[in-house]
């Protein structure tokens, strides 16, 4: 296990080297001048130079990346060219959103994908196991803003149950308020997150019915039902661990697009509006910091695996 750790430990430190010269370089090649946009359209050449100079933008781009991944390494992802803010305070502001969107995005499509895959794969066959594959079909290929939209038409319109857009000034000084303005986003992208992961949870029970010591223990007295609770679900536990890493990086896709739809101030709505404002430090602090999330994200769900699954440590040893 330790071998094993440290080997993925070294693919991981190996993906952010490679992750952080391919942002470095993709920013490089956006069009327009960031000294110019700071500058403002009436600018002399003059005061555009010194701007450059001033933010180190004439050094060669091999002395930039240096300089940065140096500064990775203290802590500090940079400062914005625009605000002059440090670009981890705005993020660890910015997380205070994203990061209860993407918990209660994630808790939601396990509630769903969970307890409906597998009924619908104990139920194949019939009226009910064909509808819930069918729902979760068509769930599945729904844009997320489209489903967005649908859900602020039925609860917040219609309804009037919940708010449309925004958070609360107080933040989580008032949770009530910032519940309220996460559950229609957190449902968003749960339930679209969750109808993907409901297929794979069906596949994986079904995989899991045919084995022979599901068929033993249904032989031994016990109806299906009840041997795929006993002893298959730890199985299709397993299997749902190992994609988990996955539905993180979707969730975190969906709520770059869902902070836009309901207006919320997170890292993902701060990155769209980073891009367009060409602050390229603080871009490549964003992106660097978010890659980094979702790999380490799969680094824990691959160690995770690998302690609760028998088989890897048996193979190991």
Known sequence: ???????????????????S?????????????????????????????????????????????VDWIGGVFRGDLGTSLLTGTPVTTELWQKAQVTVPLGVFALVIALLIAGP????????RGRASGTTIGVGAQAL???PVVWAGMMLVV?????????????????????????????????LTIG????????????????QA????????????????????????LPNVGLSVISVLGLQVAGIIVGAVVIEQLFTLPGIGRMLVADVGNRDIPKVQG?????????????????LLHRALDPRQRESAS
């Not at 339930?191 to 079904?206: C, K, N, Q, Y």
């Not at 019915?209 to 298959?232: E, I, M, N, P």
Request: aromatic share 8%; no cysteine; proline share 4%.
């Open 154 to 186: 039925v609860f917040a319109v219609w309804l009037a149950w919940l708010p449309a857009q925004g958070f609360p000034r107080a933040g989580w000084n008032d949770p009530a308020a910032a519940l309220r303005a996460l559950v229609l986003p957190a």
């Open 191 to 206: 339930v679209v997150e969750g109808a993907m992961l409901l297929r794979f949870v069906r596949s994986a029970t079904l």
């Open 209 to 232: 019915v045919g084995q022979d010591y599901v068929r033993t223990a249904a032989a031994q007295g016990l109806t299906r039902t009840r041997a795929l609770l006993r002893h298959g």
């Open 286 to 302: 964003e992106l660097l910091a978010l890659t980094a999330f979702v790999l380490v994200i799969g680094f824990l769900v691959d």
């Open 1 to 19: 296990m330790i071998r094993y750790t440290l080997t993925r430990l070294g693919l991981l430190v190996v993906g952010l080297a490679v992750a």
């Open 116 to 123: 409906l895959g597998v009924v619908s794969a104990l139920r």
């Open 140 to 142: 599945a290929a729904v």
């Open 21 to 65: 010269v391919i942002i470095f370089l993709s920013l490089r090649v956006l069009p327009g001048d960031v000294a110019q946009l700071i500058a403002g359209t009436n600018s002399s050449p003059e005061q555009i130079a010194a701007i450059r100079d001033r933010l180190g933008l004439d050094v060669p781009l091999a002395a930039q990346y």
